[in-house]
């Protein structure tokens, strides 16, 4: 076997919990296989570039092995390598959107009654 499904793929990899939510990501546009996007009956094979784009992180891997049995996480890392200029960008992303969050943090305690309906007459005036 030198070729699999992509769709197959990808869940095997684990990047997507169900194959069918795969394929609709695939037919969605969402994965593109050496810059193209693809069909999820397109079959991918060793070395093929894959970019698989997840809410707002853009992913690039290439692909090392193919398999299509959903394993361990552990042999499903095995089954690509990300690109180095994939791995910075997601760093990168990761730090802004970390830095935009409000340093808040956790309250010390839970809302008692009072301040519960003070929240919910708030919420209903927006």
Request: aromatic letters at 6%; charged letters at 35%.
């Amino acid at each position: 076997m030198d070729q699999v499904r992509i769709d197959k793929w990808l869940w095997a990899a684990r990047f997507f919990k169900t194959r069918s939510l795969a394929a609709k990501e695939v037919g969605a546009g969402h994965v593109a296989v050496n810059g193209l996007k693809v069909k999820p009956a397109r079959m991918v094979r060793a070395g093929d570039l894959l970019t698989i784009r997840q809410g707002f992180l853009e992913t690039s891997v290439r692909v090392q092995l193919i398999s299509e049995q959903r394993g361990p996480a552990v042999v499903a890392r095995t089954l690509y390598e990300e690109t180095e200029e994939s791995q910075a960008k997601r760093e990168q992303i990761l730090e802004e959107r970390k830095a935009m969050r409000p340093h808040a943090g956790q309250p010390e305690q839970r809302p008692d009654k009072h301040e519960r309906r003070k929240i919910r007459q708030f919420l209903k005036k927006e």
